[in-house]
């Protein structure tokens, strides 16, 4: 069963941090065949505080998800981080 690894940005401080993060992290994504749906763009808050960046991204399965979030190549990645504060939550789809 599919699974979506939904990231909600709180706040941005540093985009540059964020485009670093992303290049570090996206062979690592890719390495567990997971699949950018959405990144940024365009957005209507219509509940809720808005966001300034939302990412969704789907994976074959929890476990896959799962396996990437915690690899040591994405692991790597989240030491980027910088200056931003999210919310990753991994959905296991219907």
């Known amino acids: 069963m599919k699974a979506y690894w939904v990231a909600v940005y709180k706040d941005?401080?540093?985009m540059e941090s964020v485009k670093k993060y992303a290049e570090k992290a996206s062979p690592a994504i890719k390495k567990y065949n997971g699949k950018i749906l959405a990144r940024g763009g365009k957005t209507e808050?219509?509940?809720g505080s808005p966001s300034p960046r939302?990412?969704?991204i789907e994976f074959a399965s929890m476990e896959e998800a799962?396996?990437?979030y915690h690899s040591?190549?994405?692991q790597d990645a989240m030491k980027?981080?910088?200056e931003f504060n999210r919310h990753i939550q991994i959905v296991e789809g219907i």
């Open 12 to 14: 941005l401080k540093d």
């Open 45 to 47: 808050t219509i509940e």
């Open 54 to 56: 939302t990412v969704l």
């Open 66 to 68: 799962l396996k990437c």
């Open 72 to 74: 040591s190549e994405y």
């Open 80 to 82: 980027i981080g910088g």
